[in-house]
DNA sequence: CGGCAATGTGTTTTT
DNA sequence: CACATTGCCG
């Protein structure tokens, strides 16, 4: 095997087979090649078989990124290593053993809004108010109890307050619940293999056996219960690989602790730790600039990162108008790029939050170029994809009562919430499902329904098993009735779902009902509809572990990069990991980073104004190419007094009229060429142009 | 029970 | 703004 692409420090990490190894791996330090380098290492030079490698990556979009990369080093014996997310592992653990944890082989799966629906149920039945016991706020402090690794009886302990007692009390009925549902959620995923290994260690010895060399990629983001799992299945043999970075740790929200790779030497006795700190992505102004931000961070190791690629190109800095006038900068350069040539893979556009992106793909959309998008609204939090699913799940698992809860009623066949929580009452006196719980009345049709579909389930594959539910439950009659564009899209969706499962149908054969929905109820976004030639979408967590030549990021404001919930609390913890999330952003390019930002944009509904992100003013001034003109910029504290004002005009509205000349605060002088209501129309010079304006706006005047 | 209108409420990030 | 929840009426 040929090991001359690697420097000094990557070959060691590579052909150090044996024992612990801590790879502290800075941005573009080629991380993900010394991984997948050393798993082919392993197997080629080695003789190790794919079966005893077990590799855990983050999120499914990185697992899919390095079974790529293996298949072409090693072709398709990669197939037969375990390299998956901590979930899917945790669900593959659970597949086999869940009996002994006294769950059936084909539990379901709860997704974060199922678990929200039952916190909510479970508020309803204490007859507690949910506006001030916020539901999605106790479900956030029970995933991370459960993540801290916090039992319901422990935490019971521990609970003081009234407000902490009544989170004691939906934790115990949440589990309950739960367990009565044969249901999971996914903190189980990791909670469940550790008590199944906590309990038998024979059954720890068998997988311990099993996977004799693991590799851990981005370890400064596991929380407790992961940090745990790696340590129980590596305990045996220590051959653990942990790749990571602390300066990239930005998962603190779901318990990450980014101190697990600082106490990997602690834990591991004797282990090796090579440190690799030459950047072979991006030039040094790039480099440069993310070292600025990052430098900023009090809590951090020291790290010199370095790069041999040249100085490479300016960051363009464009500071927009609003948040259509960003979209169209990025757009008309993102057009630039491609005409000279880029590919379009090589481009993406990434920002904080998901909200962000729908108007990118507006103008994506306007102008004919495609794009992927990962995450966000995803395909599985459409309604009717739901009730698909929900469907399936019930006929999968009829213990299952959040499915049931959620279809018994859809499409509307007369079953109200009285007879629904009739029936939830049944089913809590007599400790039976909900399903078993229904003898009589209209729901007794909805049960025979899903008997019906429960026998033809054991006949057809899962493609016709899905025609045949959209056929018989009348769902599919319903959209085509309503006739709406709205219900167009719905049932393309619902065509897109057949696609979806077709391809899973092709790629593994037949394929059981249980692991189709325990596969997908891991996956946020549909891995087959990425296209290749398309530009990329996606927030800063997701684009963690990809690079791409040319980056754009969008919404560098105060108040949402770095967020606002950071800033309010004051925490400057989460402000740090405000700055890692922008460290992480800027090295993922290659070849040239454009920053953006808008002065004025739209939220709930109405204009705020925001000031320049921090971090912008973090770099150094030399590193950034100005493409607009400069004015004198609002500093965080007069925006706060701007933001208290009202934008617009109370009284003495002013009228306008064609031909009018005007000034702008930000565009100067200007014609009126078109009043349309009190929305005007305006030509700007160069290079503004042509904008449309709020008449009743303060920063507009005539002159 | 279902439909509609009024009202209220909220937006980080992922598995 | 967009969506969820509540309240009222047929």
Known sequence: MNLDELNKEQKEAVLTTNGPILVLAGAGSGKTKVLTTKIAYLIEEKGISPFNILAITFTNKAAREMKDRLVRLVGNKADYSQISTFHSFGVRILRENAEILGYTKTFSIVDADDSETLVKRILKEMDLDPKYYNPKNIRNKISSSKNDMVSSTEYDKYAFGEFEKVVSEVYKRYETKLKKSDAVDFDDLLLLPIKLFKEHPDILDKYQEKYKYILIDEYQDTNDAQYTLSKMISYKYKNICCVGDNDQSIYGFRGANYKNILNFEKDYKNAKVIKLEQNYRSTSTILDAANDVISHNKERKEKNLWSTKGTGEKITYYKAYNGRDEAFFAIREIKNLIKKGVPKEEIAI????????????????????????????????????????????????????????????????????????????????????????????????????????????????????????????????????????????????????????????????????????????????????????????????????????????????????????ALEKGSITELEEERRLCYVALTRAREKLYLLNAKVRVKFGDETTNAVSRFIEEINPDLLDKAFKEEPSITVSEVKKINKEDVLREEGEVEYNVGDNVFHQVFGKGKVLEVNGSILSIAFPHPYGIKKLMKNHKSLNKI
């Not at 229904?438 to 033809?456: M, Q, S």
């Not at 899905?466 to 564009?485: A, C, F, M, R």
């Not at 899209?489 to 593994?508: H, I, M, P, Q």
């Open 350 to 565: 990434i920002y904080r939050t998901h909200a962000q992106s729908r108007i990118f793909e507006e103008e994506l959309l306007r102008e004919n170029i495609p794009y992927n998008i990962v995450g966000g609204t995803g395909f599985y939090n459409r309604k009717e994809i739901k009730d698909i699913l929900a469907y399936l799940k019930l006929i999968n698992n009829d213990k299952d009562d959040i499915s049931l809860n959620r279809i018994i009623n859809v499409p509307k066949r007369g079953i109200g919430a009285k007879t629904v929580s009739n029936i939830a009452d049944k089913s809590n006196d007599l400790n039976i499902s909900m399903y078993e719980a229904i003898t009589t009345g209209k729901e007794y049709e909805f049960k025979k329904l899903i008997e019906d579909l429960k026998e033809a389930s054991q006949s057809r594959t899962i493609t016709e098993l899905i025609d045949y539910v959209l056929d018989k439950t009348g769902i599919e009659q319903e959209y085509k009735n309503e006739k709406s564009i709205e219900s167009e899209v719905r049932l393309e969706n619902l065509d897109e779902f057949r696609t979806v499962a077709k391809s899973f149908e092709e790629r593994d054969g037949i394929v059981s009902l249980s692991d189709f929905l325990q596969e997908i109820g891991l996956s946020t976004d549909v891995a087959v509809s990425d296209n290749k030639e398309a530009i990329n979408l996606m927030t800063v967590h997701s684009v963690k572990g990809l690079e791409f030549d040319y980056v754009f990021i969008v919404g560098l404001e105060e108040g949402l990069f770095p967020h606002m919930n």
